[in-house]
């Protein structure tokens, strides 16, 4: 068994991914937008494209002929992934949840208008007036997305008339792709928010990871830590949702599906078709399978009896402070690491900018979750980018 894999999106998540898949003997084409992205490090081979440009796609596509497509990113034509599932490349999970989970506005209104999971009310807007017309409707405050975006960026909350131009002018800028429109919603009064990664499998049961919370700035994740403790019922129901959602998009594959957790239960929130970034809590070896080979499994149509919780673990980002072209080198770890319950994994991203994710520190352990991320927090802290 030995399939050649076009990954499309290559950083710190594909980079994971292309290890699991290469542990299973796997080729990898690893594809981005820029040189020296973390996956490509360790891929066979790789592209640098413009993966919004669909006969730069294309082009790829017929070179190297994959048997398997796995997009890691949103910004990608993914209209395309339809005519090379007819070909008979297995997308990833399929070619239908690639392309609406890709935009906020199919996968909202598949969950909330198809499947009838719960939601936020919310509209949509491609205008500034639109826009006030949105926030008219949901309420103050209310959130406002790009459709088309990754992690958290142009997301904000607005409070009052007076943030609306704000928001519309932050979304667009942090919008991804060509498409301009946003997504507006009224506000859950939650009291935590998890990730549920779902493994869906070609032959086998749908199977869940214990729950994830995680702390957000600046729409980004900052801290994760597993298992989330939470209400029996409420994570029954949690689970439910996605098992819905995912089997209406079909296919095979992780998926991370974020919900906001209320006194009166869950709430739908988003949905990612692959391994998720606060999910790299998984790395600390909370699990008997971290997502990414869960994920690797999943698509090569390897069996997973089981996802066994081991131990507690937290994760905590470390991020750049600073523009730079040269890539970077850490200080720190000698000190990080003397502590047996704790691991670093550096990226291999070649330039930095402010807030971008360059590092993860994990711990795990016996402690309770909330010592653990205290540990992360720390750690991370001690861990210094130098150019």
Request: net charge negative.
């Amino acid at each position: 068994m030995k399939f050649k894999i076009l990954l499309l999106g290559s950083g710190e998540l594909g980079k994971e991914f292309a290890i699991a898949a290469k542990r299973y003997g796997q080729t990898v084409i690893a594809v981005d937008s820029y040189a020296g992205a973390p996956a490509m490090q360790v891929a066979d081979q790789f592209e640098v494209i413009d993966m919004l440009d669909a006969a730069a796609l294309d082009m790829v596509v017929a070179k190297h002929q994959p048997n398997i497509i796995v997009p890691e990113i949103e910004a990608i034509r993914t209209e395309r992934f339809y005519d090379y599932e007819a070909q008979g490349i297995q997308v990833v999970p399929s070619a239908k949840a690639a392309n609406f989970t890709m935009n906020r506005k199919a996968i909202r209104d598949l969950a909330a208008q198809k499947v009838g999971v719960r939601t936020a009310p919310y509209r949509y807007a491609t205008s500034l007036e639109e826009l006030k017309q949105g926030v008219a409707f949901c309420g103050y405050p209310c959130v406002v997305k790009p459709l088309m975006s990754s992690s958290g960026k142009g997301q904000s909350v607005i409070r009052t008339e007076a943030d609306i131009e704000t928001a519309w002018t932050y979304a667009m800028e942090g919008s991804r792709g060509d498409l301009k429109e946003v997504i507006v919603e009224g506000f859950i009064n939650f009291d935590y928010e998890i990730t549920l990664l779902t493994v869906t499998q070609q032959n086998g049961p749908t199977l869940f990871c214990a729950p994830i919370g995680h702390r957000q700035e600046r729409g980004d994740y900052q801290e994760s830590w597993q298992p989330m403790p939470m209400n029996p019922d409420h994570l029954a129901e949690a689970q439910d949702m996605a098992a819905r959602v995912t089997q209406e998009l079909g296919g095979a594959g992780i998926w991370g599906v974020e919900f906001f957790i209320t006194p009166e239960g869950a709430y739908f929130s988003e949905l990612s078709p692959r391994p998720h970034d606060t999910g790299m809590v998984t790395l600390a070896g909370t699990q008997n399978l971290n997502e990414f080979e869960l994920h690797a499994r999943a698509v090569l149509g390897l069996p997973i009896s089981e996802i066994r919780q081991l131990q507690n673990g937290a994760s905590a980002v470390v991020l750049a402070q600073h523009n730079s072209n040269s890539a970077p080198s850490f200080a720190g770890l000698d000190l990080v690491l003397q502590d047996p319950n704790t691991e670093v994994r550096i990226f291999g991203k070649p330039t930095m900018r402010p807030y971008r994710r360059m590092a993860v520190a994990l711990r795990f352990g016996t402690e309770s979750v909330e010592e653990l991320v205290q540990k992360a927090k720390l750690d991370a802290a001690s861990i210094q980018i130098l150019e």
